[in-house]
C-alpha cells in the first residue's frame, strides 16, 4: 500500500480505513478483474484478520466513491476493479482472459443510447460483455 493509493482515496473524499487503502492498493496496483474473495485472499496477506465482509463493505465504499467499478461477466461471479462506471468487457472463452474494447467512452455511449431509448426508464448501471476469442488464443489456432 502505497502513499499514492492512499492519496487516491483522500482526494475522492471518502475516510482512509487501512482496509479501504489495501483493498483499493490491491486493485489499483494490478489493474485486473477480481471477486471479493481473491481481493480478501490478497489485502488479507498484508493486514491480517481482515474479514471478507469488510472487505464488501470496503469495496461499497470505494464503488460510491467512483473508483471501483463492479462488474457481472457471463458464467461468472461478481469481479472488481479500479476503474469507474459501467462499461463493456470482452471474455476469452479459450484462455478466461478479460479485456475491454479499446474506446474508453464505449461504456457511456452504450449507456446514453439505452436510455435514450427507453422512454423515461433510467438506466444507472449495465452489464455488457462480448464473449468470443482473443487475438492471442486466435493465433494460436
Ligand atoms: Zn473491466
Ligand atoms: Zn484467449
Known amino acids: 500500500m502505497g502513499e499514492r493509493n492512499i492519496k487516491a482515496l483522500q482526494e475522492c473524499g471518502i475516510r482512509v480505513t487501512p482496509q479501504r487503502a489495501h483493498v483499493w492498493g490491491v486493485l489499483a496496483e494490478s ?8 481481493i480478501w485472499e490478497r489485502a488479507g496477506a498484508l493486514l491480517p484478520g481482515l474479514e471478507l465482509s469488510t472487505v464488501y463493505r470496503s469495496l461499497e465504499a470505494l464503488g460510491d466513491a467512483g473508483l471501483v467499478a463492479e462488474s457481472r461477466l457471463p458464467e461468472g461471479p461478481r469481479v472488481f476493479e479500479a476503474r469507474s462506471s459501467s462499461h463493456p468487457h470482452l471474455v476469452c472463452v479459450v484462455c478466461g482472459g478479460i479485456s475491454h474494447p479499446d474506446a474508453d467512452d464505449i461504456g457511456r455511449r452504450l449507456l446514453e443510447t439505452l436510455n435514450a431509448a427507453s422512454e423515461g426508464f433510467e438506466v444507472s448501471e449495465m452489464h455488457v460483455a462480448g464473449r468470443g476469442v482473443c487475438a492471442r488464443c486466435a493465433a494460436d489456432g
Open 31 to 38: 489493474g485486473g478483474h477480481f471477486t471479493a474473495e481473491e
